[in-house]
């Protein structure tokens, strides 16, 4: 048999939560971030369903020319910028835009002539402490970019935010000040805001803004949902029951006995584990659902499959339905469950698994 395990991808939940970003943003453009294979969901597929973004932004040149290669003619960030000599060729040759946060990229730029100037994004680090240059550097910088025969004008100005997903966070709106602080008299585009902000600072928005994890209806904020925030889960993770057994009071389940039978009781086999990307660390207790009802996961997830207690559904039958996450049962709840978050749940569903566009 082929394995169960299958990734449902919502195609026009991702353009309505792209509208979702407009809607919000309306003076903004767009650019989609789609990067790490557009979190777990298939990059190019995702890109195809998106293609009304303004851009794309990706972390790596790998990933900008698997969507050139695919057809894709958008204008496409590294976020990450370019790590040495070799890939200022390609990115000239497939008109990619990059990030530059770092002096030896500008010294790059000024020692090679470039068959044609490149688009770039100063990033100057407002407080998340990662990639940029320190405020009090930006001019100077952004001096020697514009005296530069390989960059193209006009450059643009962007920030990121370290704690937009934090509501109450007063540093955000610190750091906002401090980039518009830092690029007052420049002129060039700007942009601020991620998912977080995007939704929570308004004030964050101006030239272009960079939705992530929303576009794929997860909520960038640790007390909501997705759909509490207006947005449609695009991946729905799903796989079938392949067992059901009978134990007796005092039995224990799975790997190491960690869960024990309370009664006589019904158990049932979920052909999906650690190996497809279900979080082994859940504890007991983890909601998955069959026939539209939430039953709990018990004992220790495995590499191929879990176990679930049946006690609640005594019509059940082998080879139905299960959810592990998404439409009914939200990737949140599930990453909260495994003391991780939705993003990195997303992002780890394997290749074995299969995808199926809906």
């Known amino acids: 048999m082929t394995r169960a395990a299958e990734a449902r991808i919502d195609l026009s939940a991702l353009q309505s939560n792209l509208q979702r970003v407009r809607s919000l943003a309306p003076a903004s453009r767009v650019m989609a971030i789609i990067k790490a294979n557009g979190y777990g969901h298939g990059m190019l597929r995702v890109a195809k369903a998106l293609s009304a973004a303004d851009a794309f932004g990706v972390a790596c040149l790998e990933e900008a020319l698997s969507l050139r290669d695919a057809g894709f003619t958008q204008p496409i960030l590294l976020l ?55 405020p009090q550097q930006a001019a100077q910088a952004c001096r020697r970019l514009q005296a530069c025969r390989s960059v193209a004008p006009p450059l643009r100005l962007m920030t990121h935010l ?6 109450q966070d007063v540093v955000t709106q610190r750091q906002i000040d401090c980039f518009n602080s830092a690029v007052s ?19 964050s928005h101006v030239d272009w803004v960079r939705p992530g994890i929303m576009l794929y209806g997860i909520s960038p904020f640790g007390d ?3 759909t509490a925030e207006g947005l449609r889960p695009v991946m729905t993770f799903i796989s079938k029951l392949i067992a059901i057994n009978t134990f007796k009071k005092g039995d224990r389940i799975g790997y190491g006995g960690e869960w024990e039978c309370p009664e006589d009781m019904t158990v049932g086999v979920v052909a999906a584990g650690y190996g497809d990307g279900y979080p082994r660390g859940v504890s007991s207790g983890t909601p998955i659902v069959i026939n539209g ?61 299969r995808f199926v566009e809906c």
Not at 188 to 197: P, V, Y
Not at 317 to 342: H, K, M, S, Y
């Open 80 to 134: 990450e910028g370019f790590y040495e000599t070799a890939e200022l060729e390609p990115i000239c040759r497939h008109n990619l835009t990059v990030v530059v946060h770092q002096g030896f990229q500008i010294d790059m730029l000024e020692k090679n002539a470039l068959p044609a100037p490149i688009a770039i994004w100063l990033k100057i680090d407002s407080g998340m402490h990662r990639l940029g240059f320190d």
């Open 162 to 167: 370290a704690d937009a997903d934090n509501r």
């Open 185 to 203: 008299g420049i002129v060039g585009e700007r942009s601020i805001a991620n998912s977080a902000a995007v939704i929570a600072r308004p004030q």
């Open 224 to 226: 909501s949902i997705g």
């Open 293 to 353: 009802q939430r039953i709990p996961v018990i004992g220790r997830v495995s590499m191929d499959m879990i176990t679930v207690d049946l006690r609640g559904l005594p019509s059940v039958r082998a080879g139905e339905t299960v959810t592990l996450w998404g439409d009914g049962l939200p990737v949140e709840e599930i990453a909260q469950c495994a003391n991780t978050i939705p993003y990195e749940l997303v992002c780890r569903v394997t290749q074995r698994v």
